[in-house]
């Protein structure tokens, strides 16, 4: 839900060219996930399965935010899209009842090839 929602205010916000705090929060996100770092992480939780899927959550949901980033920014070309933005819809209209549902057909795909591939 957080890629989801990360990814979309993200490009739906504002410009391309506009350098984003989400997208670093990725990318740090994304080199902190070494596997000596997430081995500790578990480690230190002890076993059990919702230490697993807190961990899989933590390292696992920056693919989301990139699909989702990826996916608006094309929807956010469409014609259908400023179709609704010239009758005077706003952003955050446009972005949940417009936007996120054609976002999230995808993204349950990769979900469901992620978890077929565990």
Do not use: C, K
Not at 36 to 51: D, E, K
């Amino acid at each position: 839900m957080f890629a989801a929602a990360s990814g979309t205010v993200e490009a739906v916000g504002s410009g391309t060219t506009r350098p984003y705090a989400t997208t670093r929060s990725r990318h740090r996100a994304r080199a902190a996930n070494t596997p000596w770092q997430i081995s500790r992480f578990v480690s230190g939780r002890g076993p059990g399965v919702t230490n697993m899927v807190i961990t899989l959550s933590v390292t696992g949901w920056t693919l989301y935010a990139r699909l989702v980033r990826g996916e608006t920014l094309v929807l956010r070309s469409r014609d259908f899209v400023e179709a609704i933005r010239a009758a005077g819809a706003g952003e955050a209209r446009i972005m949940f009842r417009h936007v996120l549902p054609n976002v999230i057909t995808p993204t349950i795909v990769v979900a469901t090839f992620a978890v077929g591939s565990m």
